[in-house]
């Protein structure tokens, strides 16, 4: 008699994974990624709520009540003439998606939620690929758009920040493999800066396998002799210098570098500095930014611009985690490194988009998970120095 087979369900972090990274498929469907949205809060919430006690990460408590300041602040705002309800409901959804990832992913089963994420995106890369070769998505002068029409970037950004998740969850042959895909199909979307992310991630995780048990300080010298010798093999070869150049579009007449400094982004920055000049305190509220006004293209800027001096309270927790992940972990500080080039490229900010509301989940909580254990992730995902992530409890 054979002995029934035992299959295991996904748990919670499992689809959770997986309904974050169908999220581009969803906009192939008007209104799609906000049921996904929906979809995602309400399990996460319920979730949450269905524990006895119920409790709730300090974390996550602290960026809600950031959320709840920006929220207040924005009605003081000189630019309340340029009120939009979706502004407030964008930024209750991202506070509500924010708290609900952070006390529903935890050291024991973000293992899980990352490598159902990173599969579950190779997949949308190939359905993306398989549409562009199949004529059915549209372009800008060869650059094509990424699902349901939007933007390039868009599209970047998620295969970015899914790499990265692939490269804690799945060892380095099947993440390569992996990968393919989305680099393929950053380099339809001309994503330069995901391109790049990408492939530095690759590199990184190859090399952290590969020398799986040096010390800290080894590790970091031999990452940067890693990226010296990058520089010092392509610099001085003409071929791989054109290759990059093509890759990068740095000469194209569209994209390239004769199209501005980081392609126009410094007039924007400026611009977004010169606002937060002007009202430090406060800053000019969420309606800032609207058809007529460019938006900041960088985060920080986004934040002092709209919020003003009260925007630095965002950063406190991804700051002070950073500091706190490079410390206790250098590996998986290293391997965040690339996917923040976003920070200061990318035009997001407090989206509800995988990038960025991922990136923070992942920068303020990766130092109380503590990855690396003998420089192999722990399965079980233990606290690499007995850190315990602060919660607090509430009475039901």
Avoid at 53 to 65: F, G, K, Q, R
Avoid at 276 to 295: A, C, H, N
Wanted: hydrophobic share 50%; with cysteine.
């Amino acid at each position: 008699m054979k002995a029934a087979m035992h299959i295991r369900k996904p748990g919670i972090a499992t689809v959770l994974g997986f309904t974050w990274g169908i999220i581009p498929m969803s906009y192939l469907i008007p209104g799609g990624h906000l049921v996904i949205h929906l979809v995602n809060i309400g399990m996460c919430l319920t979730h949450i709520f269905l524990r006895k006690p119920v409790t709730a990460n300090l974390n996550s408590v602290i960026m809600l009540c950031v959320g709840a300041i920006f929220f207040t602040i924005s009605m003081l705002g000189d630019s309340f003439g340029n009120f939009s309800a979706m502004n407030y409901v964008s930024l209750v959804a991202f506070s509500l998606n924010l708290f609900g990832v952070m006390n529903v992913i935890n050291g024991q089963n973000y293992l899980d939620f990352s490598k159902s994420l990173f599969e579950t995106s190779a997949l949308t890369a190939i359905a993306y690929i398989l549409m562009v070769e199949s004529g059915m998505m549209g372009n800008h002068y060869g650059r094509f758009y990424f699902f349901g029409d939007s933007h390039p970037n868009l599209g970047g950004e998620i295969y970015a920040i899914a790499s990265f998740a692939g490269a804690l969850a799945i060892r380095k042959s099947t993440f390569v493999l992996f990968c393919v895909p989305m680099i393929a199909a950053t380099l339809y979307l001309q994503s330069r800066t995901g391109t790049v992310i990408i492939f530095s991630t690759i590199v990184l995780k190859i090399f952290f396998e590969t020398n799986a048990s040096v010390t800290k300080k080894s590790l970091l010298l031999g990452s940067i002799a890693l990226v010296v010798g990058l520089a010092i093999a392509i610099l001085p070869s003409d071929w791989a210098f054109r290759l990059v150049g093509q890759v990068l579009l740095t000469e194209d007449s569209h994209r390239g570098a004769s199209t501005g400094y980081v392609s126009g982004r410094d007039t924007q920055w400026a611009q977004a500095w010169q606002f937060f000049l002007e009202k430090p305190i406060t800053g000019w509220g969420m309606g800032l930014y609207s058809d007529d006004v460019r938006g900041a293209h960088n985060p920080v800027l986004y934040s002092l611009s709209m919020f003003g001096v009260f925007g630095v309270l965002f950063w406190v927790l991804p700051v002070t985690s950073a500091f706190k992940l490079a410390k206790n972990n250098l590996r998986e500080f290293l391997l965040i490194t690339p996917v923040s080039l976003m920070l200061v490229l990318n035009d997001r900010f407090m989206d509800n988009n995988t990038f960025p509301l991922l990136y923070y989940f992942y920068l303020i909580q990766l130092p109380y998970f503590g990855l690396a254990r003998a420089g192999r992730i722990s399965p079980k995902g233990k606290d690499l120095r007995g850190i315990r992530l602060p919660r607090i409890r509430f009475s039901v």
